[in-house]
Nanobody, 118 residues
Framework: QVQLVESGGGLVQAGGSLRLSCAAS????????MGWYRQVPEKQRELVAT???????NYADSVKGRFTISRDNAENTVYLQMNSLKPEDTATYYC????????????WGKGTLVTVSS
């Protein structure tokens, strides 16, 4: 089991940057996949970016070239650097961890709100 706590959300103007952090309650060294999803009201949660224990990354097409996911195993933290933010990036961002991916149980944080003003 792992608890996840997100931070770093807030209000930013279009074109600006934010860095989200996800602190895990235990070592993330062996967690196979971690990442970020986002959700707006009345829509399904959607993948933003993931990173495996081996450092392989995957991004939604809508954020490629603007967002960068990274993980710091020493700090048990996953980051999402978001640049060139757009109003359509406004959402609650959730951290995700699946220690035994593929398959297994996914764990989620409570989310952090990102609002991008035009």
């Amino acid at each position: 089991q792992v608890q996840l706590v997100e931070s770093g959300g807030g209000l930013v103007q279009a074109g600006g940057s934010l860095r989200l952090s996800c602190a895990a309650s235990r070592s993330i060294f062996s967690i196979n996949r971690m990442g970020w999803y986002r959700q707006v009201p009345e829509k399904q949660r959607e993948l933003v970016a993931t990173i495996t224990s081996g450092g392989v990354t995957n991004y939604a097409d809508s954020v490629k070239g603007r967002f960068t996911i990274s993980r710091d195993n020493a700090e048990n933290t996953v980051y999402l650097q978001m640049n060139s933010l757009k109003p359509e990036d406004t959402a609650t961002y959730y951290c995700y961890a699946n220690p035994t991916w593929p398959g297994g149980i996914a764990y989620w944080g409570k989310g952090t709100l990102v609002t991008v003003s035009s």
